[in-house]
């Protein structure tokens, strides 16, 4: 069955802009968590969505946000792009319960200029 | 002082050496996770465990709840082993550490 799928897998932008990203998970998964990985920050954990729901929230300021379709498709925007943004973009996947295995994306990879 | 502490950071092993990568964390848990990551940044999940120990393969995780400790070896190492292990708290939330790098030499 095919994985968790994430467009676009490169992207650039600049400075002010906004961004969106796509993660469809893998078919029956009803759970989507977004994470930003960086040289400097590593990974960190963005947010998490369940049944259209948001369920967890890091530590990202309200320019990061996210939303789950009744698909479970999940998409995460980020509004008025810092260079400071650019980053790896992960998403996963699992059946829903909290603490389930997590499968992830290949990711989106954003550069701001 | 970060939730996940992660040791080493960097480790080089030779081909057929047992290998351990420790992890502990601060907040409680629901479950701890132990990821790898080969360069080009796709993330496997390797274990998720809450209590005692579990294998797959050459790889073995172990946990120990009251010392708030986690454990990765891997047996008999493989240049293929070379990767990123990170260990992840998930604890309503997730708390990551900030990596191991695994190199191992033919």
């Known amino acids: 069955k095919a994985g968790v799928t994430q467009t676009p897998r490169y992207l650039i932008k600049t400075r002010g802009q906004q961004v969106t990203l796509s993660c469809s998970p893998i078919?029956?998964?009803?759970?989507v968590s977004w994470y930003q990985q960086t040289p400097g920050q590593g990974l960190q954990f963005l947010f998490e969505y369940f049944s259209e729901t948001q369920r967890n929230k890091g530590n990202f300021p309200g320019r990061f946000s996210g939303r789950q379709f009744s698909n479970s498709r999940s998409e995460m925007n980020v509004s008025t792009l810092e260079l400071g943004d650019s980053a790896l973009y992960l998403c996963?996947?699992?059946?829903?319960?909290?603490?389930?295995?997590?499968?992830f994306g290949e990711g989106s990879r954003l550069t701001v200029l | 002082k970060n939730e996940v502490e992660q040791s080493p950071q960097n480790l080089t092993a030779q081909e057929g050496e047992f290998i351990t990568i420790n992890c502990s964390y601060s907040?409680?848990?629901?479950?701890l996770h132990w990821l790898q990551q080969h360069p080009g940044g796709g993330i496997v999940s390797l274990f998720m465990?809450?209590?005692g120990k579990k294998k797959h393969g050459r790889l073995i995780a172990t946990i120990n709840i009251q010392e708030k400790h986690s454990s990765l070896h891997i047996t008999a190492s493989h240049p293929r082993d070379s990767a990123v292990y990170i260990c992840a708290d998930n604890f309503n939330k997730f708390y990551f550490g900030s990596g191991t790098k695994l190199n191992v030499k033919p």
């Open positions: 907040v409680g848990i629901s479950a």
């Open positions: 996963a996947s699992n059946r829903g319960e909290s603490t389930g295995e997590l499968f």
């Open positions: 465990l809450s209590s």
């Open positions: 078919s029956g998964h009803r759970s």
